[in-house]
């Protein structure tokens, strides 16, 4: 169920709205109590479901468009604004008219864009309504107090031109942030992925039955060093990138147990994987393949000690590559959950 709460701004303060119908079409409906609460049933089967209200006394301003993510996260507020109180309306505008073109660009993900939006809107509402407050003083006020009054009318100047260039600094931060947040998860998520199929090939290319081959074509020695190199230059790019990516994630995601995710996953693959798995595999297998190939020593024994070596130790490197298949997922789900 999510839990909700329909509220208006009205003289500068936030009111819960009663007795307004809360509708999820085609799934389910509700209506408000006299606090403005609510709580409604959603379809767990979609990413994100549309949120329409009939009955209200003003435009719904928050979420944009309706659009809430499935599940939400928290408590959901539908904000409602009177056609009465055209300066917000005409904030809301540019703010919306702001994220459309984001949008149109496609840098920023929908769960971002939406963020953004909050934040922006969170910021004008606040703004507004101290504007509002200190209208409504000026306005008792007019009369007996003309000096009090002017200070007040140069103060609600100030606020107001001050919110257009608020929004845009903090618009652009914002924006700043979540491709910065969306380039370490290309990144990170490339590299791991690439990674893992590097390491799938250099197996699958030392398997019992494929060794025989190395023994007899000078073709199938060189396949194998291009997939020796090709592991070996995605392990360095592991090694230049995963400190920094590992910082990214603290700094651009707020959530730690994804930093701590990560890192164990780039701790497991260097350590377990890499040192502790394909290490002693190249000493073993492939070692005896190339010092038969440089004519160190005969055929019969470098294949008799690589496929003895194969059988013994390319179990436990599959078993640790199926364990970094599970951390490698788990990592990119916490990253995306947040994308």
């Not at 840098?107 to 922006?120: A, D, I, P």
């Given at each position: 169920?999510?839990?909700?709460?329909?509220?208006?701004?009205?003289?500068?303060?936030?009111?819960?709205?009663?007795?307004?119908?809360?509708?999820?079409?085609?799934?389910?409906?509700t209506i408000t109590d006299d606090k403005g609460s609510f709580e409604i049933?959603?379809?767990?089967?979609?990413?994100?479901?549309?949120?329409?209200?009939?009955?209200?006394?003003?435009?719904?301003?928050?979420?944009?468009?309706?659009?809430?993510?499935?599940?939400?996260?928290?408590?959901?507020?539908?904000?409602?604004?009177?056609?009465?109180?055209?300066?917000?309306?005409?904030?809301?505008?540019?703010?919306?008219?702001?994220?459309?073109?984001?949008?149109?660009?496609?840098?920023?993900?929908?769960?971002?864009?939406?963020?953004?939006?909050?934040?922006?809107?969170?910021?004008?509402?606040?703004?507004?309504?101290?504007?509002?407050?200190?209208?409504?003083?000026?306005?008792?006020?007019?009369?007996?107090?003309?000096?009090?009054?002017?200070?007040?009318?140069?103060?609600?100047?100030?606020?107001?031109?001050?919110?257009?260039?608020?929004?845009?600094?903090?618009?652009?931060?914002?924006?700043?942030?979540?491709?910065?947040?969306?380039?370490?998860?290309?990144?990170?998520?490339?590299?791991?992925?690439?990674?893992?199929?590097?390491?799938?090939?250099?197996?699958?290319?030392?398997?019992?039955?494929?060794?025989?081959?190395?023994?007899?074509?000078?073709?199938?020695?060189?396949?194998?060093?291009?997939?020796?190199?090709?592991?070996?230059?995605?392990?360095?790019?592991?090694?230049?990138?995963?400190?920094?990516?590992?910082?990214?994630?603290?700094?651009?995601?707020?959530?730690?147990?994804?930093?701590?995710?990560?890192?164990?996953?780039?701790?497991?693959?260097?350590?377990?994987?890499?040192?502790?798995?394909?290490?002693?595999?190249?000493?073993?297998?492939?070692?005896?393949?190339?010092?038969?190939?440089?004519?160190?020593?005969?055929?019969?024994?470098?294949?008799?000690?690589?496929?003895?070596?194969?059988?013994?130790?390319?179990?436990?490197?599959?078993?640790?590559?199926?364990?970094?298949?599970?951390?490698?997922?788990?990592?990119?789900?916490?990253?995306?959950?947040?994308?």
């Open positions: 169920m999510l839990l909700g709460r329909v509220v208006e701004t009205v003289s500068g303060t936030t009111k819960g709205v009663a007795n307004v119908h809360v509708k999820i079409p085609g799934f389910s409906y049933a959603f379809p767990p089967d979609k990413d994100y479901v549309t949120v329409i209200v009939e009955d209200s006394p003003g435009k719904m301003i928050a979420p944009p468009s309706g659009l809430v993510v499935v599940p939400p996260s928290g408590h959901l507020e539908i904000v409602l604004c009177s056609q009465q109180n055209k300066k917000l309306l005409q904030q809301v505008d540019a703010l919306d008219i702001r994220i459309k073109k984001l949008e149109k660009e496609k840098k920023l993900s929908q769960r971002q864009l939406m963020e953004m939006h909050r934040t922006l809107l969170d910021t004008i509402i606040h703004f507004e309504n101290t504007i509002a407050r200190m209208e409504q003083a000026a306005q008792e006020t007019r009369e007996s107090h003309d000096a009090e009054i002017r200070a007040k009318d140069a103060q609600i100047k100030v606020l107001r031109d001050s919110i257009t260039m608020l929004v845009s600094a903090l618009s652009e931060a914002l924006e700043k942030r979540f491709l910065k947040q969306q380039a370490y998860y290309d990144q990170v998520s490339a590299d791991l992925l690439e990674y893992a199929d590097r390491v799938k090939d250099l197996r699958d290319r030392l398997m019992p039955r494929r060794l025989p081959n190395y023994f007899k074509s000078n073709g199938a020695i060189a396949e194998l060093d291009r997939t020796t190199n090709a592991y070996n230059e995605m392990r360095e790019t592991i090694l230049r990138n995963y400190k920094g990516n590992i910082l990214g994630v603290r700094q651009y995601w707020n959530n730690p147990e994804a930093a701590e995710q990560l890192e164990d996953t780039y701790d497991y693959l260097l350590k377990t994987v890499h040192e502790s798995n394909v290490l002693p595999v190249h000493r073993k297998v492939i070692d005896p393949i190339q010092s038969y190939a440089g004519g160190q020593v005969g055929r019969t024994s470098a294949q008799k000690d690589s496929k003895n070596a194969a059988e013994e130790n390319l179990p436990a490197l599959s078993a640790a590559i199926l364990e970094l298949d599970k951390k490698i997922q788990r990592a990119i789900s916490a990253l995306s959950n947040n994308i």
